[in-house]
């Protein structure tokens, strides 16, 4: 048996590009280029058919090393927690105060781009503190 070598994230949302961007920001992932044959994405979003248009979206890492993303439109809102989410790796190897600073910095500059701070887990016995938020269409993510 073959073992996976590439896997993506998918996204269920209803502004596909506007959460893409965002997650962009988020990670440093960027917009491929369009399709061969289009100037920008905008000129091949407009070939496709009226239901169709901005139906999805997606990202990457520039590295290469990391998931694509994937962003498509679904007709039904967010309605619970979701069960798989991301961690955004900002405090690897800190602890303690430097830790909660890291955190605190990439929460604020998160905000500004549209994410919600909804709390900070402090360190216990087993885990180092985090911060749990959620993007600008309230799907959970923690910055960890």
């Known amino acids: ?75 039904e809102g967010k309605a619970v927690k979701n069960r798989l989410h991301l961690d955004v790796r900002v405090g690897t190897g800190l602890v303690g105060e430097e830790r909660l600073a890291a955190l605190e910095a990439e929460c604020a500059r998160l905000v500004a781009l549209g994410a919600v701070r909804v709390r900070l887990l402090l360190a216990d016995d087993d885990n180092e503190s985090c911060m749990v938020m959620q993007d600008i269409e309230g799907n959970e993510f923690c910055l960890d």
Not at 15 to 21: L, Q
Not at 24 to 50: I, K
Request: proline content about 13%; overall charge negative.
């Open 1 to 75: 048996m073959a073992s996976v070598k590439q896997f993506q994230v998918t996204f269920d949302c209803e502004e596909p590009e506007r959460v893409a961007r965002f997650w962009c920001e988020v990670l440093g992932y960027v917009v491929p280029p369009p399709p061969e044959g289009f100037a920008t994405w905008d000129d091949f979003d407009r070939s496709l058919p009226p239901g169709k248009q901005g139906s999805w979206f997606a990202c990457s890492d520039p590295s290469g090393v990391g998931p694509r993303l994937f962003f498509q439109r679904v007709p």
